[in-house]
């Protein structure tokens, strides 16, 4: 069973930076990519980046995100911050073992003046 633990959030100002973090635990046996992706209030959960052997961002993404990942380690530094990208961010791994995948428990992020 994975476990994804995600670190990074918080209160930041429009224009700062934030990074955020997720490990992965567990067997890592059939993982083929890993992301993020954000809910923000009264909206649907949107893609924001996932690494594989390519790297896809969502459109809110290109040009201010920057995904990367270590071994079992996946990051997101946010750029440019602005207050529409208030939402709670999710990791998620995919894996060949498991179609929904797995996700992590979210961490917010909130920016504002």
């Known amino acids: 069973q994975e476990q994804l633990v995600e670190s990074g959030g918080g209160l930041v100002q429009p224009g700062g930076s934030l990074r955020l973090s997720c490990a992965a635990s567990?067997?890592?046996?059939?993982?083929?990519?890993m992301g993020w992706y954000r809910q923000a209030p009264g909206k649907q959960r949107e893609l924001v980046a996932t690494?594989?052997?390519s790297i896809t961002y969502g459109d809110s993404a290109k040009g201010r995100f920057t995904i990367s990942r270590d071994k079992n380690t996946v990051y997101l530094q946010m750029n440019s911050l602005k207050p529409e990208d208030t939402a709670v961010y999710y990791c998620?791994?995919?894996?060949?073992?498991?179609?929904?995948?797995?996700w992590g428990q979210g961490t917010q992020v909130t920016v504002s003046s």
């Open positions: 998620k791994l995919d894996s060949l073992l498991n179609p929904a995948g797995y």
């Open positions: 567990g067997s890592t046996f059939g993982m083929y990519a």
């Open positions: 690494i594989s052997g």
